[in-house]
């Protein structure tokens, strides 16, 4: 049985956190967990083409925005 978008990433996030005995730090946005984020253009959820590198608008790796392509005159809706 195939994985549908959701099961994809809950996989590559909460799982592999789990597996590595990271859970609370790893695989989620919480207090206490490191912050390391990817902000997209689109929902990688209904198109996993999103999530190619060149579409991140926003890289932010151990608290810190390591790439920011997001202007304030944007519309971000």
């Known amino acids: ?3 549908n978008a959701f099961e994809i990433f809950e996989s590559a996030t ?3 956190a ?3 005995g990271m859970k609370g730090k790893l695989g989620e ?3 206490g967990a ?3 984020l ?3 253009e689109g ?3 209904e198109n996993i083409g999103t999530l190619k590198e060149n579409s991140f608008e ?3 790796q151990n608290g810190k925005v390591i790439k920011n392509m997001i202007t304030h005159e944007r519309n971000l809706t």
């Open 14 to 16: 909460k799982t592999n």
């Open 38 to 40: 990817l902000v997209l």
């Open 43 to 45: 929902n990688p959820l």
């Open 34 to 36: 490191y912050a390391d």
């Open 29 to 31: 946005v919480s207090t």
């Open 18 to 20: 789990e597996i590595l």
């Open 1 to 3: 049985e195939a994985l």
């Open 58 to 60: 926003m890289i932010i």
